[in-house]
T-cell receptor
C-alpha cells in the first residue's frame, strides 16, 4: 500500500491561504490522492481528490506534482472553522474501498 | 438529504458485556465501512461491505468483533465480551460505489468500557 507523510502540525493566520503538503512517493499510477479533514469530535469529511491533474472545488484546491510523488492541499482563505486534522490518503489498492488514515496534519487557524 | 446516522451516540458498558452499534447509511449507497478511532489516534479500518459481495473483514482486531449488513442497508457492529482496549469512537461511512468515490462519515458512537 502506498503510504503518505505529512507534517504533524501547522499554523495559519485567519484569512490567509493554508498550504498543507503531503508526500506519497510510492503511489501507483492508478491510485488517487484523497484529502479528508476531521473537525474535533466529528466524523471525517471529504474535501477533494485527484489523480494527475490539479483539482479545485468550493472547499479547496489540490495541486499534484507532475511525478505524482507529492501534493499540496490549499485552503485559499482559511477561517477559524477550518481548524481540524487534515488527512492525505492514497487508495489502498485497486481491489478494495478501504481508506488507510495516517496521523494527518493538525491545522490551527489563528485570529 | 439525510446523512449517515449512527446509534447510540454514546455507550458505556462494563467489561465482559456484549454491545451492538448501529449504522444507517445514506439511502442508495451500496458500500458501507466501519472504522474506529482510539483516543488521540488516527482512524483504523475494521470492515467493509459492498453490495452482495463477501465483506472485507481484514481490519477486525479479533474474533470478538463481527458485523452484518441486512438487506443491503443498515449495518450492526457487534463486540462480544468487551475489553477496556475496545474503548474508542466507532465510525461508519458509506459511499455510492467503492474505489474512486468518496466516503461519507457518520458522527460516530463513543464506546467506553469500564
Amino acid at each position: 500500500d502506498a503510504k503518505t507523510t505529512q507534517p504533524p502540525s501547522m499554523d495559519c493566520a485567519e484569512g490567509r491561504a493554508a498550504n498543507l503538503p503531503c508526500n506519497h512517493s510510492t503511489i501507483s499510477g492508478n491510485e488517487y490522492v484523497y484529502w479528508y479533514r476531521q473537525i474535533h469530535s466529528q466524523g471525517p469529511q471529504y474535501i477533494i481528490h485527484g489523480l494527475k491533474n490539479n483539482e479545485t472545488n468550493e472547499m479547496a484546491s489540490l495541486i499534484i506534482t507532475e511525478d505524482r510523488k507529492s501534493s499540496t492541499l490549499i485552503l485559499p482563505h482559511a477561517t477559524l472553522r477550518d481548524t481540524a486534522v487534515y488527512y492525505c490518503i492514497v487508495r489502498a489498492s485497486s481491489n478494495t474501498g478501504k481508506l488507510i488514515f495516517g496521523q494527518g496534519t493538525t491545522l490551527q487557524v489563528k485570529p | 438529504g439525510a446523512g449517515v446516522s449512527q446509534s447510540p451516540s454514546n455507550k458505556v458498558t462494563e467489561k465482559g458485556k456484549d454491545v451492538e452499534l448501529r449504522c444507517d447509511p445514506i439511502s442508495g449507497h451500496t458500500a458501507l465501512y466501519w472504522y474506529r478511532q482510539s483516543l488521540g489516534q488516527g482512524l483504523e479500518f475494521l470492515i467493509y461491505f459492498q453490495g452482495n459481495s463477501a465483506p472485507d473483514k481484514s481490519g477486525l482486531p479479533s474474533d470478538r468483533f463481527s458485523a452484518e449488513r441486512t438487506g443491503g442497508s443498515v449495518s450492526t457492529l457487534t463486540i462480544q465480551r468487551t475489553q477496556q482496549e475496545d474503548s474508542a469512537v466507532y465510525l461508519c461511512a458509506s459511499s455510492p460505489r467503492f474505489r474512486s468515490d468518496t466516503q461519507y462519515f457518520g458522527p460516530g458512537t463513543r464506546l467506553t468500557v469500564l
